[in-house]
């Protein structure tokens, strides 16, 4: 081929290229995106088998309830049972015989107290007690003086005055040791024993060994509970506050103790408000059986005055998966529906409450479980 001929080919393909790009440009339905392709989803709450008649039916009951609020909250130890533990002397701990969580019973020793106090009182004490001794003395000898006209009788009533006076001295000392918590008059000493003044679980502790003590000052060496009665305070929002009265009982359960369930009765409604989260604290007063712990969280159950109609149905046609409550409804063509259902409490005759999702008189698989497995295989 010659160079002409070459020439000329390159020439037309050139040619071709342009023209076949012009009319690309010039083509809108050249530019435009390929159209989409629309597939439909099947339903995954939707089962279709081929032998329904493997799954009895079953048909929801109504029952009739009361209205429930549920909130969680705490265990509190109950502020009118707690009992500081005081020491009128100040001085320096030497002993401890308690400790924090211990159980403890009224006039068991708690702790021991170096005090000055103490040591001053027994010297006013025994001072007093001398003074009286000379007192006593001195009247008899006026007295004996007076019978023989030696003496007056202002003389004989300014000696029955000071005797009195020694007596009264000697009471006030005496006295002032027993508030200081030495009652032990023979035995003059310097420490001070503690004891509890009532019985219960100690549920603060402020002093170690070698710790100081100040008296009446803040903090107190110990407090001690009673927690044979506790208090439970819930956080009740703005909008819920209508189906909680004082006197009103309440359910408990404890998270630690599923199973259990304590009634206690509202006391106090909380007259404020938080700003922040809108909610009101309630407290709910109740007998501790001995498993209730300071600090525990509860679950409490208000049921309110309102009566509604609730389906119930068996509990083996509830399926509980990934903490939520399912049950299967049937449809035309062999079809079931998973629907998602809110459960209530348990009833007698191993029937289950349920608050939403379903109707009474809406028929639902019998067994949940056993279809569930049966659909997955």
């Given at each position: 081929m010659?160079?002409?001929?070459?020439?000329?080919?390159?020439?037309?393909?050139?040619?071709?290229l342009?023209?076949?790009?012009?009319?690309?440009?010039?083509?809108?339905?050249?530019?435009?995106?390929?159209?989409?392709?629309?597939?439909?989803?099947?339903?995954?709450?939707?089962?279709?088998?081929?032998?329904?008649?493997?799954?009895?039916?079953?048909?929801?009951?109504?029952?009739?309830?009361?209205?429930?609020?549920?909130?969680?909250?705490?265990v509190?130890?109950?502020?009118?049972?707690?009992?500081?533990?005081?020491?009128?002397?100040?001085?320096?701990?030497?002993?401890?015989?308690?400790?924090?969580?211990?159980?403890?019973?009224?006039?068991q020793?708690?702790?021991?107290?170096?005090?000055?106090?103490?040591?001053?009182?027994?010297?006013?004490?025994?001072?007093a007690?001398?003074?009286?001794?000379?007192?006593?003395?001195?009247?008899?000898?006026?007295?004996l003086?007076?019978?023989?006209?030696?003496?007056?009788?202002?003389?004989?009533?300014?000696?029955?005055?000071?005797?009195a006076?020694?007596?009264?001295?000697?009471?006030?000392?005496?006295?002032?040791?027993?508030?200081?918590?030495n009652?032990?008059?023979?035995?003059?000493?310097?420490?001070?024993?503690?004891?509890?003044?009532?019985?219960?679980?100690?549920?603060?502790?402020?002093?170690?060994?070698?710790?100081?003590?100040?008296?009446?000052?803040?903090?107190?060496?110990?407090?001690?509970?009673?927690?044979?009665?506790?208090?439970?305070?819930?956080?009740?929002?703005?909008?819920?506050?209508?189906?909680?009265?004082?006197?009103?009982?309440?359910?408990?359960?404890?998270?630690?103790?599923?199973?259990?369930?304590?009634?206690?009765?509202?006391?106090?409604?909380?007259?404020?408000?938080?700003?922040?989260?809108?909610?009101?604290?309630v407290?709910?007063?109740?007998?501790?059986?001995?498993?209730?712990?300071?600090?525990?969280?509860?679950?409490?159950?208000?049921?309110?005055?309102?009566?509604?109609?609730?389906?119930?149905?068996?509990?083996?046609?509830?399926?509980?998966?990934?903490?939520?409550?399912?049950?299967?409804?049937?449809?035309?063509?062999?079809?079931?529906?998973?629907?998602?259902?809110?459960?209530?409490?348990?009833?007698?005759?191993?029937?289950h409450?349920?608050?939403?999702?379903?109707?009474?008189g809406?028929?639902?698989?019998?067994?949940a479980?056993?279809?569930?497995?049966?659909?997955?295989?």
């Amino acid at each position: 081929m010659s160079r002409k001929e070459i020439a000329a080919l390159a020439l037309a393909l050139a040619l071709g290229l342009f023209d076949a790009g012009c009319k690309q440009e010039s083509d809108p339905q050249a530019e435009a995106p390929p159209p989409l392709k629309v597939q439909r989803v099947e339903d995954r709450s939707v089962f279709r088998v081929d032998r329904p008649e493997r799954f009895p039916l079953t048909q929801a009951i109504a029952h009739v309830a009361t209205s429930q609020l549920k909130v969680t909250g705490t265990v509190n130890p109950d502020i009118s049972r707690n009992v500081p533990v005081i020491s009128l002397a100040t001085g320096r701990v030497v002993e401890i015989s308690a400790r924090l969580g211990d159980t403890v019973q009224k006039g068991q020793l708690l702790l021991r107290v170096q005090s000055a106090d103490v040591s001053g009182a027994f010297s006013d004490y025994q001072k007093a007690v001398a003074d009286e001794a000379l007192a006593h003395t001195q009247l008899e000898r006026s007295q004996l003086l007076y019978d023989k006209g030696a003496i007056s009788l202002n003389d004989l009533q300014i000696a029955q005055d000071t005797e009195a006076k020694a007596k009264v001295d000697v009471k006030t000392t005496a006295e002032r040791l027993r508030v200081l918590g030495n009652a032990n008059l023979d035995q003059p000493t310097g420490v001070v024993e503690i004891r509890a003044p009532v019985s219960g679980v100690i549920t603060d502790q402020q002093v170690t060994n070698a710790a100081g003590v100040p008296g009446l000052g803040s903090p107190n060496p110990f407090t001690i509970s009673d927690l044979s009665y506790v208090w439970i305070l819930c956080d009740v929002y703005e909008n819920d506050l209508s189906n909680v009265r004082l006197g009103q009982k309440a359910e408990i359960r404890l998270n630690a103790y599923p199973d259990e369930v304590f009634t206690g009765v509202i006391s106090n409604v909380g007259p404020v408000l938080d700003p922040n989260i809108r909610t009101a604290k309630v407290r709910i007063e109740v007998r501790n059986p001995g498993l209730m712990r300071p600090g525990m969280f509860v679950t409490a159950t208000f049921h309110g005055k309102q009566e509604e109609t609730r389906a119930a149905v068996p509990a083996t046609a509830i399926l509980h998966l990934h903490d939520r409550d399912w049950i299967y409804v049937p449809e035309k063509g062999k079809q079931f529906r998973r629907v998602e259902v809110v459960g209530g409490e348990m009833l007698p005759g191993n029937m289950h409450e349920v608050i939403s999702g379903i109707t009474p008189g809406q028929q639902v698989v019998a067994n949940a479980l056993e279809f569930q497995i049966t659909v997955e295989q």
